[in-house]
């Protein structure tokens, strides 16, 4: 009995550490540890604030819901979040999925998504389909991610030109700038082109080296500090635009401020309630059912997307560890579940913030508690402050972090290693700026899927002339290793041909089948019917060593006519026994037999090869 | 010169013959194949006749539309088709997915989205891409049948039961049946009925045989004409219903007739004329991007699923012969294009009537000549003969014919072969009732992919400890046939545990390369990041022959430390010469160079191997 119970609790432990992550690092937490996070969080708070506020922007929704978005998802995340550096909040890329659903409707549209890709995002984890990610390969993880930050870059021409119209995708948006580029604001494109300069000038700063190998303490406070500006350049620039803003705003209340600004925001801390899961606006009203259907497929998108992008970076930070996916998805999906209750809208991982994390030295998940906090507190005290941050500024951040996002330089070894990958890249980028994120993404996946199944639709067939010991011709064909369905008619074809070409000599014909490592039941009727077209032709018809996991699909669909042989002996007899017979034997009981005998030793020399590709064999 | 036309008129003759196939077989044509092909065009075409009438109704068209879009495929399929039996035409299935673009619009949306479901089909052909429809497995055929049969069955309750209402698929279908069940008109009911009952046997009489092995003429005559009966069958019922019908008439034109009838039909060929690029129905006006858009995905989906039916017939009819997907696929969407001019629906070959067709003795695919004429006859002189025609019995002829297309016989086969065919066909089947057919298939095909997807994405890892000839002690890790993106994590992570395993001895690991046949971009990142991570460990990782089609994708990334050898020897000595010199050495220029030598070798070894799992290698 206590052994029992040790084993319980051993296994609870370690279910325990596996999900619920704080238990694995709190009890070595220190003083140590909270003072890299202490910094690392603030960092990413500050760089959050302006960068919430932009998003929710742009997502079409009023600033505050940016910094609703941001908080919640930094404390479910410390506690179960496998990735020390990953920050959680409103992102570009779900702004742009959001937008899309908000577009010419309310907030709450935004809300319920969040709600829905947080369950979506639960119930995947929860039938580990974490496997999924695997699927998207780097090619489309980059034409995805360009195209993603040409789409954000170009939205942002608006705020930073003061212009104000409203667009619906990128050609639209790229037209209607030029369109209304007559009416762009001088000084909002003055302040926001200043701001990128100076943003770009910043970035570079903390690269400076002082002093040479061995700087003195000056030198090296100099350098920190440099790096500091340098990492929190965001929230300084904003800083410095708002209180620009503030100075020149006319004490006239009806005259027009010198730039766009943010304008009156919701004070306060959200209220803690239900998802919205009925609405209404502009007179119409929707019950659930009604908000899913304007939903769309976007409630399986969203999430998946959130996923992709989250298990990404998380992939480019792991450096070397490998990444629990299932683990990654149920905590994205407490995430949003958790900050639907609290207005926000879908949330992941942040790749520029994350980067942010993890350059200012963050050492356990435990920064993110700190940059909640921040935010708690902006919410509760600096709302007034914020309406005075002008959009222009706003704008400058974004451009100048998605920018750096667009990679080009993949371009290069990819042409040199594989240049079908760059056919998925090109394709997923232009379609992402043709017809949508979704459908880039998906025709992507879809490219990479067709090049990895054209061997199992198109196997190499080698075809010979050999002779049995005792002199008997035949023709060996050899298949690759498919013999699954979309190869059937292929393979049936092809082995017919090579049985007709050899004219009114009609030699037998013996398919190799060592390497087919499986089959399904299509392929099995598809042998049927060469089994058939054989025996029309008066030709023979065998199968050389066959594997038991092939066997048993072909026998399922009651194969009558199949012959199989286990060795060249046993072939050399078989096909010497028909020719002295001089005729065709096709149901002939004593062959059945003598590869029923055959099939116990074939079976023991098959266990013997290592190589057996059959999921769930993984000795390691 | 001579020799060069000479050849150029040979390749032109064999085009022509593979393209138009009436240039294969019409130079043999003689008036005993004229007979037959004349007795079985013309049976069809009793068949086609009730047939194209119900199925208009089934799309929600007004009944002449179905002879619209039964004559043209016959003749365009006689010139081009490469099946002598199936014949072009209005179906259940086509009519069915009409539907649900007609349904609440005008019939010029079903004639456009005939014209773009051919030109669809042409695209296609020119592109070669019939190996799509490889793609599609016998389990996603069969639930998919066997859906659309219990489908378009119940769509038929309500003419059988002279019910009037109008539903949108097939759940709304059956409750709308059950709500409306008490206005059940019982004379339509008793009809119906009937004509079930009595199609049902006369299918039956065809296999009376009299005068056991010898007949004598009179007996021979008299099974003659029971076999012409019992094909003819669907005609004579409608026929006799009609007149039936006709007798039954209320002189008072004010009165109800007995049955629900057909009604007035337009008289009349129909007119040549352009497809309509343009439409207005209830005040609105659409252009033809606003059609399209209305269409949506449609315009792709009702074009391949005509190709898949249309190929699954010819694959049924052709014992043995392999189909040229690409020739169906340009005859069928020249088919749908010409239909389009003289207001024809989507339309593609019909299994019940080509069954028909077969079962009649056809031998060219003149026989749908006959047809079409027969048709054309109809609809010139006999239109005003179709108003009695009573809707149930062109229910009851509906039924009766999809009743046999539910195959629910292949379950024990596949349940016996394959279980995951099952699960896929199971889906399908299901999902086809219950979101839809187009839905239905999409998933099964996904289904279907992802058991084939899977062994490439978790290979098998095989894990030994070997010792070289000099006694030193490496752990081999042997890969499966996949190193394509998905697999790449799954294989990161386990050969890094496998070498993480041992412990403090650290083992230097040795990668089996041989049995993987290619790689990608993503693939070769991760390669690089396993080399790290066992960089890092100070771990000595190497690569034992890898093909050189997969070296040439991992130096395109420009692997730096990456060490292969080609031979048992090369690898004693590598790990020999590192074991000596007592520490690490990566990039030991000295094991470059000893690789860069192996190549040579390797490669003509590689060669003599027949089985390349590459594609374009079929010496056949």
Redo the contacts between chains.
Sequence with gaps: MPIKEKNWKRSAKRFMHRRIRITQWLPEYNQDKFLCDMIAGVTVGLTVMPQALAYATLAGLEPQYGLYSAFVGCFVYAIFGSCKDITIGPTALMALMTYQQTFGRNVDFAILLCFLSGCVQLLMGVLHLG?LV??I???VTVGFTSATSVIIGTSQLKGLMGLKFDSSGFADNVRKVFVHAGETRIWDLVLGLSCIILLLSLRKIKDIKIGGSKPTRKQQIIMKTLWLVSTSRNALMVLTCSLLAYLLQPTDPTAESAFVLTGKLQSGLPPFQLPPFHTSFSNQTFDFTAMCTELGSSIVLVPVIAVLGNVAIA?AFAS?D??DATQELLTLGLCNVAGSFVLSMPVTGSFSRSAVNHASGVRTPMGGVYTGALILLALSLLTPYFYYIPKASLAAVIICAVIFMIEYEVVK??????R??LVAMTATFVLCLAIGVEYGILVGVAI??V??????????????QNTTASGISYLMV?L??SL???????I???V???GIKQGASQLPVVVDCR?I??????A??GIA?LI??FH?RKQRLLFYKPRAAVL???????LEDFVHVNSQEQLDSTLKDVNNSGGMKYNDVELHNVTSNGQKEKEAEENSV??????N????
């Design positions: 496997v695997d699927f390969s780097i090619p992939k070397g490998s990444i070894p990819m042409w040199r290693s594989s079908k990958d990479n899927i090049f990895l199944l054209y061997p199992s639709a198109r196997p190499s067939i080698h075809v010979e050899t690759g290793n699954y369905f979309p190869a059937v008619d292929f049936r074809a092809s017919g041909r090579a390497f490592l499986g089959a399904d039941y299509t099995a009727k019917s058939d077209d029309k048993s699909v072909l026998h399922g669909v009651g290592p190589l057996l590709n059959e999921p064999s993984h000795p390691v």
